[in-house]
């Protein structure tokens, strides 16, 4: 583990600034980077950049929201219950952490970040969809889907935007819908589950400042940049190699 010092701390601001920045574009938090970030800059997994990958994954997406909610790209009716389902299965998830190794955390979020960047990048091939699926349909496979990334997002620290996303996109939402949409969903279980980490007593608090004001200033450049000029393809090819690479270092560091 690295010597953790000032340089640690803004090195990590730095970062978080861009990740938050490409990630809001999607709705997505982040956390799926930060975590992977945080660990590589020698601070405690399960004690520090998995609570906190949720504290910042929570504050991108709310950020995002609030900006694609003026630009009223947001589905609260759809949306809602697969929020409520995340909220509830989050704190199981961060509670659950204690039980699982470390390594098999790694391989787990390494396996399921390569899933969401190989969807992304079939996505990014098709056109955009002409159609939603029916409210019915939307609320109850939003339930389920919206469920298990909660509990994802708390075991992990990554938001489960990158299960959320993909399903919104399958049931006929327009990629910038998808991504309001996304980050609206994705808020509730972040916050909840990194909650249910500060109630076992995981946080760093000068970690947390730096991040906090690194997350403010890109999730908002992000969601400006995707609501006004991001041209949809683009963004979901870029972010399906992202994520491909985030798997394969981490993949490399537990096998190389």
Same mark, same amino acid.
């Not at 391989?107 to 019915?136: M, Y």
């Not at 997002?153 to 299960?163: H, M, N």
């Not at 400006?224 to 399906?240: E, T």
């Given at each position: ?24 574009? $999607? ?18 997994? +399960?004690?520090? @950049? ?5 504290? *910042?994954?929570?504050?991108?997406? *709310? ?25 509830? *299965? ?20 390494? @396996? ?42 708390? *075991? $992990? ?41 500060? @109630? ?13 004001? @690194? ?13 006004? +000029? ?27």
């Amino acid at each position: 583990m690295m010597e953790l010092n000032l340089w640690s701390y803004l090195l990590a601001g730095g970062l978080i600034f861009i990740i938050s920045t490409l990630f809001s574009m $999607l709705g997505l938090g982040g956390g799926m980077l930060y975590v992977p970030v945080f660990k590589w800059l020698g601070f405690p997994l +399960k004690a520090v @950049a998995i609570p906190l990958g949720l504290l *910042l994954n929570g504050v991108t997406t *709310l950020s995002a929201f609030l900006l694609y909610a003026r630009e009223g790209l947001v589905d609260y009716r759809g949306g809602l219950p697969a929020a409520i389902a995340g909220l509830i *299965l989050a704190p199981v998830g961060a509670h659950m952490v204690q039980y699982v190794s470390q390594q098999i955390l790694i391989i787990l979020f390494a @396996a399921i970040v390569s899933i969401a960047g190989i969807r992304t990048l079939i996505k990014s091939r098709q056109g955009e969809p002409t159609q939603k699926a029916s409210n019915h349909q939307r609320m109850v496979v939003g339930s389920i889907v919206g469920g298990g990334a909660g509990f994802i997002a708390g *075991l $992990l620290g990554i938001g489960g935007g990158f299960i959320v996303a993909p399903m919104l996109m399958e049931l006929g939402y327009p990629t910038k819908n998808a991504a309001a949409t996304t980050a609206f969903i994705v808020t509730f279980s972040s916050f909840s589950g990194f909650l249910g980490h500060v @109630a076992e007593g995981r946080i760093d608090l000068t970690l947390a400042a730096v991040s906090l004001l @690194a997350v403010v200033a890109g999730s908002q450049l992000g969601a400006w940049f995707m609501a006004k +000029k991001a041209q949809p393809n683009w963004v979901k090819g870029f972010y399906g190699i992202l994520l491909i690479a985030v798997a394969v270092k981490l993949l490399f560091d537990i096998f190389g």
